[in-house]
RNA sequence: CGGGGUGUGGCGAAGUUUGGUAUCGCGCUUGGUUCGGGACCAAGAGGCCUCGGGUUCGAAUCCCGACACUCCGACCA
């Protein structure tokens, strides 16, 4: 039997490196689950929706962290830190925005064992928050603009949870500002969107549209929201990012006013713009392949991994040392593995969470002055002269982060298809799947419409429009917006 | 919220139909041999069978209930 076994895994290994993981052409939804468990990401808590982030899951966001903050930092924001709890008539203060949300906040009823005399919401988001501080200190243009940001997490109950994707807690960054014109708060909206959009694109390697939800998917209580939408593996749509304008509506309603330069009281203009965790799902389903994770080498905790082969023999020990500390001192995020797993075990370990780039340092290498190294992307190998490890390693890493970057631009290039009539948008989703462009007519009634007959929802209407004429696929009038439709985590 | 599946050492499972000493693989510990694609030998450790009730001399197994995970759908910024 067992023997049996091991030539059945003997077969197996020579299309397929890791066994543990199913392959995502067999089930997508299996497979992430393996890749999230497997690379060591998350572990379950005993409350569903409630993820544990582990060691290397939390280390991707902090690189997340570390890079966006500087992007927030250098456009002049500031980081905050507002309460966990709002009380249920703060909440309240913003129609549309509390119809929103009340469906899925969890209530603090209690404090030790005295029931409260009004009920406390665990954030959903905190524009309410910053709202009631900022009618307190916001007094005269001079007090203005703020440009705020806190990175904290969020409780939203909802019913169907998936790692990173959906959680009912979720860690993220929200950023809020208050401004003295529409005109200077729609700039930091789109300012803000396309930080998100160079984020995603340069350093996540995750190509994105950037365009504006319709007001059917627009957030509660905004003027507008933009968003940046990726194309995953499965060609399903996943809003990576978005950043909404609120007009003075929220200033209205908890009565934030100043005096301008003209000695007017005059209602502030709004923003807020966040990112989540869900983008670490996004990573994984853009580039993760059927051998695990693989992360893009600007963002991932560990570019290189240095892997002694017959660490016993003489010297093997030294030289992987040497390496490590010589690609350290050049500035690069790597490590050695001098465990006693045999080597096999190590590659496949180091695929599973998507190590960049391994380095392979054996006793023939080193006769030979040399080291091999291995992509994670492709699997190419390349046989390195030692004296010149710091200058090709670099090279090898651009060349991943490049490789990823152009296989998701192709991702969704090939996958994004010109439509003119519902048919043809319910065909395309059902026999290919991706994104469908079309003209829309602007009505929500015509979207609802295509959501019930071919299951799509508006993923946006893109920045870059072509302004050309054509006609509604559901009434068929003649308008000239594009949007695109799909189907959306 | 509707429908399906699952819950047994850390992980994956068998055992449940037909109640009777809790099994297997992986992993873990120790020692030794290995080392270029998940190595091998030997000796060990580890379990409130998800939880709560019931039936029974006796329950992982039968009955009732709860909870959790997971997939599909609905919902969702």
């Known amino acids: ?274 990112l989540s965790t869900r983008i670490i799902g996004g990573l994984i389903m853009t580039h993760g392949d059927n051998n695990g994770l693989v992360l893009p080498p600007k963002i991932a905790p560990i570019q290189v991994i240095v892997l002694p082969i017959a660490m016993h023999k003489d010297g093997v020990t030294d030289k992987a040392w040497e390496l490590i500390n010589r690609l350290k001192a050049a500035g690069l995020r790597v490590r050695g593995d001098f465990s006693d797993n045999s080597p096999g075990w190590k590659f496949s370990e180091y695929e599973m969470k998507g190590v960049p780039l391994r380095i392979e340092i054996g006793p023939k290498d080193i006769e030979n002055g040399q080291c091999v190294a291995v992509r994670r992307d492709n699997g190419e190998k390349t046989v390195i002269a030692l004296e010149e490890l710091e200058a090709k390693i670099p090279e090898l890493l651009d060349a991943v982060q490049q490789g990823l970057f152009d296989k998701a631009k192709r991702n969704l290039e090939e996958h994004t298809y010109d439509a003119v009539t519902a048919d043809d948008i319910k065909e395309i989703i059902n026999t290919k799947g991706g994104f469908v462009r079309t003209k829309w007519c602007g009505d929500t009634e015509c979207e609802l419409k295509l959501k019930e007959y071919a299951g799509v929802s508006s993923r946006c209407m893109p920045l870059s429009q072509d302004g050309k004429e054509g006609v509604c696929p559901v009434c068929g009038r003649s308008c000239n917006t594009t949007i695109i439709w799909g189907v959306a985590y």
């Open 1 to 274: 039997m067992g023997r049996l076994m091991k030539g059945l895994k003997e077969v197996a290994k020579e299309k397929k490196q890791v066994e543990q993981i199913t392959d995502m052409e067999v089930d997508f939804a299996q497979w992430y689950t393996d890749v999230v468990t497997k690379a060591e990401l998350i572990d379950y808590s005993g409350v569903k929706g409630l993820m544990i982030l582990r060691p290397y899951g939390y280390a991707i966001w902090e690189n997340i962290q570390k890079v966006l903050d500087g992007m927030f930092k250098e456009k002049g924001h500031e980081n905050v830190a507002m309460p966990l709890l709002i009380p249920e008539s703060l909440l309240q203060k913003e129609k549309d925005h509390v119809e929103g949300f009340a469906p899925e906040v969890a209530w603090v009823t209690y404090g030790g064992s005295e029931k409260l005399s009004e009920r406390l919401c665990i954030r959903p988001t905190s524009e309410t928050l910053f709202c009631e501080h900022w009618g307190h200190i916001v007094h005269s243009w001079r007090d203005l603009p703020k440009l705020y940001n806190q990175w904290c997490s969020v409780l939203r109950w909802e019913k169907t949870t998936r790692p990173f994707l959906r959680g009912r807690e979720f860690h993220w960054q929200e950023g809020h500002t208050l401004h003295a014109t529409a005109e200077e708060a729609i700039n930091e909206t789109m300012q803000q969107l396309e930080v998100y959009a160079e984020f995603c694109e340069n350093w996540l390697a995750m190509p994105v549209i950037r365009g504006r939800k319709t007001k059917k998917e627009q957030f509660a209580g905004a003027e507008a929201t933009y968003t940046v939408e990726c194309m995953m593996h499965d060609k399903k749509a996943l809003q990576s990012g978005t950043s909404h304008y609120f007009g003075d509506g929220f200033a209205k309603a908890f009565g934030i006013t100043f005096t301008d330069k003209n000695n007017q009281l005059t209602y502030p203009h709004q923003t807020s713009w966040g």
